[in-house]
């Protein structure tokens, strides 16, 4: 088992560019989620997803979309990229039930 | 408005020494209580939890200590060693049937030979 896949692991934007974080599990795990980590700051949940088709938003869902067509896949996408969004981005799954999250290795997101 | 407060935001042990990282929450509707370790460049991955109903819960070197009169747990490392330095998180789930965990803003540890 992969677990959970994020790519790309770093990334550089310019200001106003948009892009997709993706993500995917093969878990088969009911709940994802997405997390953006900065210094001093913990971990903030952007949006999250209890199933396909199912999304809802987070503490701080300003700026990003998602989407969930599938069990697997799970992208967060950037609409106009700010300086702001500068950020460690983490995709985090949980099985039905819950059991605990498993966090994908993050994508480092750097708006010039 | 941070719903778990963890304390202190660093922390330097010595090799051998105890590490002890505490954590307060204010909703009484949390019922499960995990915490996260992470090292640089890697995700934070599940080191131990509790639930409301138990005081303490040790796996090997780990301990997590839960006082719910106090709405406090803790996590205790024995023995700490330099490949435990990393990045500690504390979490709270909010309630039954929730799937979402509100996470403390973390404790770097760092364990000096």
């Known amino acids: 088992n992969a677990g959970v896949t994020q790519t790309p692991k770093f990334q550089v934007l310019k200001t106003g560019q948009s892009m997709t974080l993706q993500c995917a599990q093969d878990m088969n795990h009911e709940y994802m989620s997405w997390y953006r980590q900065d210094p001093g700051m913990g971990l903030r949940l952007i949006h999250y997803?209890?199933?396909?088709?199912?999304?809802d938003q987070g503490e701080v869902p300003n700026g990003y979309n998602v989407s969930r067509s599938t069990t697997e896949d799970f992208p967060l996408r950037l609409l106009s990229a700010a300086p702001s969004q500068t950020s460690v981005y983490f995709c985090?799954?949980?099985?039905?039930?819950?059991?605990?999250?498993?966090f994908g290795s993050g994508t480092r997101l750097t708006v010039v | 408005q941070q719903q778990v407060k963890q304390s202190p935001q660093s922390l330097i042990v010595q090799k051998g020494g105890i590490s002890i990282i505490n954590c307060a929450y204010e909703?009484?509707?949390?019922?499960?209580f995990p915490w996260y370790q992470q090292f640089p460049g890697k995700g934070p991955a599940l080191l131990i939890a509790?639930?409301?109903?138990?005081s303490e819960k040790k796996e090997g070197r780990f301990t997590i200590s839960f006082n719910k009169s106090a709405k406090q747990f803790s996590l205790h490392i024995m023995d700490s060693q330099p490949g435990d330095s990393a990045t500690y998180f504390c979490a709270a789930k909010n309630g039954a049937g929730s799937y979402q965990l509100t996470f403390g803003k973390g404790t770097k540890l760092s364990v000096i030979p």
């Open positions: 985090a799954s949980s099985p039905q039930g819950f059991g605990g999250y498993t």
């Open positions: 909703n009484t509707a949390f019922d499960y």
């Open positions: 997803s209890v199933g396909a088709g199912i999304t």
């Open positions: 509790i639930r409301p109903d138990v």
